[in-house]
């Protein structure tokens, strides 16, 4: 336990590059070398001058998206039982208001707060491991089940008069431009 204050020695560190066991199992990695300059010539010229946008027309606003997840054990026996829980939080960024953010050089906290109100969490909860939910016969399809029951629920819609604006809407409407095997074709 350190004093206050008090920082750990960055040499101590080295001996675990002087264990025998340590060593041969580094002996046994293969390393990841710096590329070449061919290398570096070739994985450039995958690459060109991106278009301009000078007359590209930006959409009136921009849906960011962030999440976590956390698993727990609903009890200690075994085999373990679980369930887990998604957080996401969504916000609807109208850019006119993006557009207004900046006083000059600097960014206005007020506006940003102003901005951050918008912001929606949403919580859900799934079976993880030894839980089946409702009439479903297995975890797998339990999981899909509540998800999809949840990603419908009037919770997730941006527009609350129109349920088309649901998560699971989203969900599909950007699936459906996916190409390959996940392409989905239904925005409902």
């Not at 993006?98 to 912001?119: E, M, S, T, W, Y």
């Not at 859900?124 to 509540?146: T, Y």
């Not at 629920?153 to 809407?169: C, G, I, V």
């Amino acid at each position: 336990m350190p004093y206050e204050g008090e920082y750990a020695s960055k040499i101590s560190h080295m001996e675990f590059l002087q264990n025998p066991e340590v060593r041969a199992f580094l002996d046994e990695c293969e390393y990841l070398t710096p590329p070449s300059d061919e290398e570096c010539e070739a994985l450039a010229a995958r690459f060109g001058e991106p278009p301009s946008i000078e007359d590209v027309k930006l959409p009136p606003c921009v849906i960011a998206v962030d999440g976590s997840y956390y698993e727990s054990s609903l009890d200690e026996k075994l085999p373990s039982t679980k369930i887990g829980y998604i957080k996401l939080g969504a916000i609807l960024i109208q850019l006119s208001e993006f557009d207004h953010l900046k006083i000059g050089r600097f960014v206005d906290p007020f506006r940003v707060a102003k901005l951050q109100k918008g912001n929606t969490a949403f919580t859900f909860f799934v079976p993880s491991a030894n839980i089946r939910w409702g009439d479903q016969k297995a975890v797998r399809e339990s999981f899909r089940a509540i998800l999809d029951k949840q990603f419908r629920d009037e919770k997730t819609w941006f527009d609350k008069s129109d349920s088309r604006t649901s998560l699971r809407t989203t969900l599909f409407h950007l699936a459906s431009h996916r190409p390959g095997e996940m392409f989905t074709g239904d925005s409902t």
